[in-house]
């Protein structure tokens, strides 16, 4: 597996090396120095997540004299590479964000850390799911190896408005039926259409596929097993009749940024999405950030009346080949503080006893993001809760769907072919599940 993974990413680390200017060796700060400088790779580009980790940055360093964190920016298409790059070079990050499946991918890869010892007492504060090793995706053979700064769930965000203007009631979106129904019905070429693949990045392709493979029983782009045969060329039938006639011509060049500004304009009007949406809009776009014009439905599934949320969580690692992990830790520890991550501006708090009151009183959109938060609460009290199943190696895998997915789109292929050329190359890859 490592060999197969670094020899697939060799060319991109490269090029990233050079950029950076890294060299073999580099002899990192110590305190004798000035102040130890921890690497911190964030994923957090949108303008709220940038305002809050510049805040909490600032206030960490005002109030150490001995640590200073210095923040690098990546999307999370590049995290992968960016990471490895880092490694090859000799200088690892100390920490980086993760996701369900890139935690995952670098705990196969031996990379990580462990961080029980590191955060002592506050383990405790979190949520009973995020320990549980059953459902968790941060828990290794008993080892905590994330520690998460946000609980995030996926949905449907759908254009209300929209909808409600093509005589489409938004609740009846929790059947497959009713979203094929609202998805032609809000399809007006050429200045609406239902809904969207960006096929311009593989991990958005993926991401916006997941949950249809998911709403017909299967457990997810890379669920190829015989047995699942028929549901995944079920699946990819829908798409084929229902999804891809709904969907504008230019998507073959979307990137997320393209989305969220189709989704804004009305170009788009059902949005597979998740918990996180209200930060990456609200600041840009609060006319479309309301009550009235977007609503938050559960995502259907077949024999499940009430719907599914598929939950993970989204936070921070530590690399085991770090040489900072004492003043690494530290910043975790105070990022994580309950008072830190109640104005984190996106998704639920992942620690115990918070209150969408107490949400509210300090973050920084106030009491314009009450109705979302209540939203999110009336959903997961009515919806099923499930667990969003990583995947390894993801970036293969999503590119390999990917390009399968384009060339039905265009219609090169059929679904079963589609699932022929998918299944073919993902059997012999996928590392987990293993299958």
Not at 63 to 81: A, C, G, N, V, Y
Not at 260 to 282: K, N, R, W
């Amino acid at each position: 597996m490592r060999g197969t993974w670094l020899r697939s990413i060799w060319r991109p680390v490269l090029t990233v090396i050079v950029t950076l200017g890294l060299a073999v060796g580099a002899v990192p700060l110590t305190s004798a120095q000035g102040p130890v400088e921890v690497l911190y790779l964030s994923t957090g580009t949108t303008t709220s997540e940038h305002a809050w980790n510049v805040k909490w940055i600032n206030e960490f360093n005002r109030s150490r004299s001995d640590i200073r964190i210095k923040m690098e920016e990546i999307p999370w298409t590049d995290l992968l590479t960016k990471v490895a790059a880092y490694h090859a070079a000799g200088i690892p990050p100390d920490i980086a964000w993760y996701a369900s499946s890139q935690i995952l991918e670098w705990q196969t890869l031996g990379l990580l850390e462990p961080v029980d010892e590191w955060l002592g007492e506050t383990k405790k504060e979190f949520m009973p799911s995020i320990l549980d090793p059953k459902v968790s995706d941060v828990i290794f053979d008993g080892k905590m190896m994330g520690v998460p700064f946000t609980y995030v769930g996926r949905n449907l965000a759908v254009r209300a408005d929209v909808l409600r203007a093509a005589g489409i009631n938004p609740v009846t979106l929790t059947t497959w039926d009713g979203v094929a129904k609202a998805l032609k019905a809000s399809t007006k070429p050429p200045t609406r259409y239902g809904t969207y693949f960006p096929f311009a990045d593989a991990l958005r392709t993926a991401g916006a596929a997941e949950m249809y493979f998911r709403g017909f029983g299967l457990d997810g782009i890379f669920d190829v097993r015989p047995a699942k045969k028929a549901d995944y060329i079920k699946t990819l039938q829908f798409i084929k009749t229902e999804v891809f006639p709904s969907m504008p011509p230019a998507v073959v060049s979307w990137r997320y940024v393209d989305v969220l500004q189709a989704y804004v304009s009305g170009l788009i009007t059902v949005h597979p999405t998740g918990s996180y949406l209200f930060g990456e809009l609200q600041p840009s776009n609060p006319e479309v950030m309301n009550i009235e014009k977007t609503k938050n439905l559960p995502w259907p599934m077949v024999g499940n009346s009430k719907g599914i949320l598929p939950m993970y969580t989204v936070g921070y690692v530590m690399f085991k080949a770090s040489r900072k992990k004492k003043e690494a830790a530290e910043v975790l520890k105070f990022f994580t503080r309950k008072q830190s991550l109640l104005e984190w501006p996106m998704n639920m708090v992942p620690k115990t006893g918070v209150t969408v009151a107490d949400r509210i009183q300090v973050n920084m959109f106030g009491e314009s993001m009450r109705w979302y938060l209540r939203d999110w609460e009336q959903m997961m009290r009515t919806a099923t809760l499930t667990r969003r199943i990583p995947y390894t190696p993801s970036g293969e895998v999503n590119s390999i769907f990917r390009d399968a997915l384009l060339k039905m789109y265009q219609g090169r292929v059929t679904p079963e072919q589609a699932y022929d050329e998918i299944s073919s190359a993902v059997r012999p890859l996928l590392k987990y599940p293993k299958y």
